[in-house]
């Protein structure tokens, strides 16, 4: 995948963003991945995701830089992780933290745990 992926341009990476955050209901651009975290925030974004059962599909940003300078540019967020629901952006660690914390989460991602 990310020899593909660095033969990509600017143009394709941003439609295959578009394709996943259309494609998923729930989409995390992250740094690593689900299984393997690579930061701190995106290891808390997978813990709540992964605590209150959501279905959810990932990206792993690292493997090209481009991602996420198109995504940033994209979705006007700068940092990573970025969590998109119904192809919106809720946004990043804090926000979904807070989010989940004030259990406003589980109900936009169709969950009742807490």
């Known amino acids: 995948m990310s020899s593909e992926l660095l033969t990509m341009t ?5 439609d ?4 996943e955050v259309d494609g998923n209901r729930v ?17 808390q974004v997978v ?21 996420r300078q198109v995504l940033s540019s994209w979705s006007d967020w700068p940092t990573i992780p970025q969590l998109f629901v119904d192809g919106k ?9 807070e989010m989940f ?7 936009l991602l169709g969950s009742e745990a807490s």
Request: proline share 8%.
């Open 10 to 14: 600017e143009e394709e990476i941003l």
């Open 16 to 19: 295959q963003i578009k394709n």
């Open 27 to 43: 989409f995390l651009y992250m740094k690593g991945t689900p299984e393997a975290p690579m930061c701190g925030f995106s290891n």
């Open 47 to 67: 813990q709540i995701l992964n605590h209150i059962g959501a279905e959810y599909g990932a990206r792993d940003i690292l493997p090209d830089p481009r991602i």
């Open 89 to 97: 952006l809720v946004g990043g660690c804090d926000i979904v933290t």
């Open 101 to 107: 914390q004030a259990e406003e989460l589980q109900p």
